[in-house]
Structures are given as structure tokens and as C-alpha cells.
């Protein structure tokens, strides 16, 4: 099921639809539909593409570890990320390493961008949220708790108007 973007103006819209694809691929280890969807995402600007895409990572890894998030639990993320990956050949952890440092704001130096490209993003956070709206691991005998992607990307896409409002 998909959600209904058409509030959204160009080019949010174009990238929350080819997010969601890219995501609901990457959840369902379908290799067709992930490049189709990531080829739809990586034909958006790598900027407007990196910016959603941080934001919204960052949102899930903040209410995933409310109690604080440590290098043991990047690490969690990281190896989850590769393990549901296995399907995806192309998956470098280097790049998804980058990608959470600069959702963090912990990459960036002096401003400038974080090198990677557009395909980069396009194909690796996709991979990175399906992993972190999974929800946390289920604490023995407990199920785990899922995090909407719709939710989050709605609440990116809100707090880059307001921000860029606010500039």
C-alpha cells in the first residue's frame, strides 16, 4: 500500500513516491523493483535527495535510541543494514556509514557536502530506512515496535519547509 503524496509540490512529491517504492523493495528483497525505484530517486537532485533522506533518518534513528544513540548501536545499524542487504551486490557500508554521519551533522566540514552521489544515496538509504523502520529489535519475549515510513517522511518533509522557511 502507498501512501497519498499529491499534497506535496515537485520535487517532494517525485522523491517520496520513489522513496516509499525503493523502501517497500528493499523490505520485500526485490532486486527489479529496487533499481527501478532508485533510478527514479537518483533523478532527483543528490542535494534535495540527501536532504530528505538525512532528515528522515535522522527522525527514526532519534526515536529508535530515545535514550541516546552509541557507537555500539551505529554499529547494530550498520550490520542489520548489510544483513538485509545480502540480495543488493552493490551495497557498500562505507557509503552507509557516511550517509548516518551526515544525517547526524557529524560529517560535514566546514559546509561542505558529503561525497557521495546521487546514486549513492538513491540506492544505499532506501536500504538504510527499510532496516531502521523495522522498528528495534524485540526484546526477548516482546515484539518489536515498527516505525511508519509515511510518518517520517511526512514529519522530514514538514521540518525542511519549516527550516527553509525559517531561512
Avoid at 58 to 78: N, P, S
Avoid at 157 to 166: D, F, N, P, S, Y
Wanted: aromatic fraction near 4%; include cysteine.
Amino acid at each position: 500500500m502507498t501512501s497519498d503524496w499529491s499534497y506535496l509540490p515537485e520535487p517532494a512529491r517525485g522523491i517520496a513516491v520513489a522513496t516509499e517504492a525503493a523502501v517497500a523493495a528493499a523490505r520485500d528483497s526485490d532486486p527489479e523493483a529496487y533499481a527501478e525505484a532508485t533510478e527514479r530517486l537518483a533523478a532527483h537532485s543528490a542535494e534535495q535527495v540527501g536532504i530528505v533522506a538525512g532528515e528522515t533518518v535522522r527522525l527514526l534513528l532519534e526515536d529508535r535510541y530515545a535514550d541516546g544513540l552509541t557507537g555500539d548501536d551505529l554499529r547494530e545499524v550498520l550490520v542489520a543494514c548489510a544483513a538485509a542487504a545480502t540480495w543488493y551486490d552493490d551495497f557498500d557500508p562505507n557509503v552507509a556509514t557516511t550517509l548516518i554521519a551526515g544525517a547526524l551533522g557529524v560529517h560535514e566540514a566546514d559546509g561542505e557536502r558529503l561525497p557521495l552521489t546521487a546514486a549513492d544515496m538513491a540506492t544505499h538509504a532506501p536500504l538504510l530506512v527499510a532496516v531502521l523502520t523495522a522498528g528495534p529489535k524485540p526484546a526477548k519475549g516482546r515484539a518489536g515496535t515498527t516505525h511508519p515510513l509515511p510518518v517520517y517522511l511526512r514529519a522530514a518533509l514538514a521540518e525542511i519547509a519549516r527550516t527553509q522557511t525559517m531561512d
